[in-house]
């Protein structure tokens, strides 16, 4: 694994639209201390008997990218299924601890994780695009949470939210056309779009460009970019490189521990921790 | 000969095997159809499809009330066993490890193992002993009940191969489970489901046994639920076995209608399928 760089180097033959560096030098971070998106305390999980994560801490500001590193079986696709609950349609799991979203905890009495859903927004490793058509993909949680009043609404909706996902001017000719038929890259955009739709608060994205070639990456990390200052996003991934491009703060996880958290600039140049230094100058992982 | 031209050998000899039984497997296809189609059409003209059959001795008349009839029993069956079919699909797709959806598999491949003669004996204690009447009613419900583990099973197989993020997709945007299975994950496995169905109408149309003590048979056009209703098969059984040559012929003409009535069923749900995957898909 090469040591990681904030830049991405291609040799693919030139795309339609010109390509820019995909990532400019690393944001700065505002000068007040940012909101806090996601509050984690204490937080285990278990499958059955097994442990998959042990007393997360941490707290995810708003507003910023926090990226998960880890090899796999880390616990962190796991620690982010937390987030909206996702975990909960696996039977036999068990949760302790609590990770309060907006002020209140997630795992408390009374919460419904189906109202959750629709505040934290998820997409997925592999593309799932319902067999619907690309405009019904995107209107399907529209209507689901009534956030069209009509038809014109809705058109307004769905257009706005593949233009966030930057995939209006590819598919606005053939909207009622299958979603099946998209490029693999295009059909990742397209469950962004569906997830932007509901106008959720935080968006949780768990490895979306791992199935993706290297151009359709490019334009999901350019997404996450454009993305950022609208959204709270906390995206899993495998690739270092990547992490290091998109996130403003970024965790390391190892055997279901939190091992260091803090902004990804000082992961990847001056890690606390030696197993974090370790980990992203690749001498294992 | 060496080590290399031997497994040569033994794979030739292998594809050479799976030929042969291929061809073995077809003959019977073939010579049903063939003896089907000969002896057939020799009987199958306008009158048999729009005529009553003649009483003995009389030449011509035909099937028409036996084809009127087919339908109907097959429509009454379906109209009751596909929506508990599916549904009980669904709950055993759903909650897989429960014991109802355990129970519920083991006795629809039971139920689907029974003779379908038994079948036909069991509605004839339910739904004709009671009414001291034949019925295409007790036709229909024999015939419903041969096709529902048919439906409940090919839905559970198809809705198991509707990948999981599907379902994580829908829920992940604030659908509840039974919205989520509804909308999105039945919706995917909706054009197996159709194809399923439509084979298990073709099976239960070519059944005899199961109406030979509900539907019975009927000389005249009836479509009336009530009343004992014709069916080709039975029809087809009645003529084979009378000793009259014209009968016989008549007997082949009607298994040539029922044949490709189910010929037409498989090649619908063929057509159907696809349609409907391309809608889907795109391709």
């Known amino acids: ?285 | 000969m060496n080590h290399d031209a031997i497994r040569r050998w033994k794979s030739t000899i292998v594809v050479w095997l799976c030929g042969l039984s291929v061809l073995v497997a077809l003959v019977p296809l073939a010579f049903i159809l063939f003896f089907v189609v000969s002896q057939g059409v020799q009987a199958l003209n306008w009158d048999f499809f729009t005529k009553l059959p003649a009483p003995v001795g009389e030449p011509g008349g035909g099937f028409a009330n036996a084809i009127v009839g087919t339908l109907m029993l097959v429509g009454i069956g379906a109209a009751f066993a596909v929506p508990i079919g599916v549904i009980s699909g669904v709950y055993i797709a759903e909650f897989p490890a429960t014991k109802l959806a355990t129970m519920a598999r083991f006795a629809a491949d039971t139920l689907n193992g029974v003779p379908s003669i038994v079948v036909g004996v069991f509605v004839y204690g339910i739904a004709v002993m009671p009414f001291q009447q034949f019925s295409a009613i007790a036709g229909g419900i024999a015939l419903g009940i041969m096709m529902i583990p048919i439906v409940t099973r090919t839905t559970e197989e198809l809705l198991k191969l509707v990948p999981p993020a599907l379902r994580e997709g829908a829920l992940a945007l604030g659908a509840t489970r039974g919205w989520a299975t509804m909308t999105v994950v039945l919706p995917a496995a909706a054009p197996g489901i159709i194809t399923g169905v439509v084979l298990a109408l073709a099976r239960i149309a070519g059944e005899t046994a199961p109406l030979l003590f509900t539907a019975f048979n009927n000389r005249f056009m009836s479509v009336s639920p009530t009343q004992p209703i014709a069916s080709l098969t039975v029809q087809v059984y009645t003529y084979a076995i009378s000793p009259y040559e014209d009968w016989h012929r008549q007997a082949w003409a009607g298994a040539l209608v029922l044949v490709s009535l189910v010929l037409s069923c498989s090649l619908l749900a063929r057509f159907a399928t696809r349609r409907l995957e391309r809608l889907q898909t795109g391709h």
């Open chain 1, 1 to 285: 694994m090469p040591t990681p760089m904030p830049v991405m180097t291609t040799t693919a033959p030139a795309p339609s639209r010109p390509l820019t560096t995909v990532v400019p030098p690393a944001r700065a971070l505002p000068t007040e201390v940012p909101q806090t998106a996601i509050d984690v305390d204490r937080l285990s999980f278990f499958y059955g008997q097994k442990q998959a994560l042990f007393d997360i801490t941490a707290k995810l500001p708003a507003k910023l990218v926090t990226a998960f590193i880890g090899p796999s079986g880390c616990g962190k696709s796991t620690f982010l299924r937390t987030m909206n609950r996702m975990n909960d349609v696996v039977p036999g799991t068990r949760i302790t601890g609590k990770l309060i979203v907006d002020g209140r905890d997630i795992y408390g009495p009374g919460v419904d994780p189906v109202a959750l859903r629709r505040e934290v927004g998820m997409v997925f490793q592999k593309s799932n695009p319902f067999p619907k058509s690309i405009f019904e993909n995107i209107a399907y949680g529209v209507r689901l949470n009534r956030l069209a009043a009509d038809r014109s609404a809705m058109n307004d909706v769905v257009e706005e939210s593949l233009r966030s996902a930057a995939l209006w001017d590819e598919v606005k000719d053939r909207l009622h056309d299958s979603a099946l038929a998209l490029s693999g890259g295009q059909q990742q955009r397209l469950c962004i779009a569906r997830a932007l739709a509901i106008k959720p608060k935080i968006l949780l994205m768990d490895e979306p460009a791992s199935a993706l070639d290297p151009i359709a990456t490019q334009r999901i990390e350019e997404l996450i970019y454009e993305l950022r200052s609208k959204f709270t996003i906390v995206i899993v991934t495998h690739n270092m490189q990547q992490a290091a491009r998109v996130s403003d703060m970024t965790a390391l996880f190892w055997l279901g521990k939190l091992v260091e958290f803090d902004r990804t600039e000082k992961i990847f140049t001056n890690p606390a921790a030696k197993l974090t230094e370790d980990y992203v100058t690749g001498r294992f992982g």
